[in-house]
């Protein structure tokens, strides 16, 4: 029995519903369950390794369809990056600077949308079991996405998910030239009441406004 459908049978049997046998199934019931949150918070946690450097951040994420984000790092560095379906806002506050982006939901590629139930997964990505890492939760699974058309941002990704829930609790993002992205999300509400205010950024004074 290989270790997928052993962790499976485990929950199975400890917690009496039925759950999903194979990655085509854990990725069908995934994409089910983010297609139906409106809403959600968490905690995260960031780690970034490439050219030597390695950053650990973290803060809060809030999201809410149709593409509307807010993650507030706190640690160790203020910022802020907010989407508002339209455009996207990501403000340095101790550098007094502000990158102001479009945000094409029907053609963007960022793997972030995932969290909010935008994009086909099995269509989009061959999906595997990942072999050459472990969960960081023994009772998790661990799945590698390799996107069937070439994604000039990244490689491939992992998520490993919680089989008991479907939520993702980590997203690693790889890009081509090995830089690694992690995202581990904790304390995760679903459809949680969120205000469109929280997701309009209002220009402070005194910062430089570049276009990307």
Known sequence: MTRFRQVATFVLAMSGMPIAQ???????????KYEALESFSADFEQMFQGG????????????????????????????????????????????????VSDLDLDNASTPLLFLVGKGKIKEDFQVELEEAEKPLRAENLLLRLTPKQPQGGYSHLMLEIDPSTYLIYRLIVIEPIGNRNEY???????????SDRQFRFKLPKDVEVLAQ
Do not use: C, H
């Open 52 to 99: 030597g450097v390695q950053l650990r951040e973290s803060g809060i994420v809030k999201m809410k369809k149709p593409g509307k984000m807010y993650w507030e790092y706190q640690q160790p560095t203020p910022k802020f990056f907010i989407a508002d379906g339209k455009k996207s806002y990501f403000y340095l506050p101790l550098d007094k600077q502000v990158f």
């Open 22 to 32: 194979t990655p085509d199934e854990l990725i069908a019931r995934l994409q089910q």
């Open 184 to 194: 581990i999300m904790k304390n995760f509400r679903e459809n949680i009441r969120i």
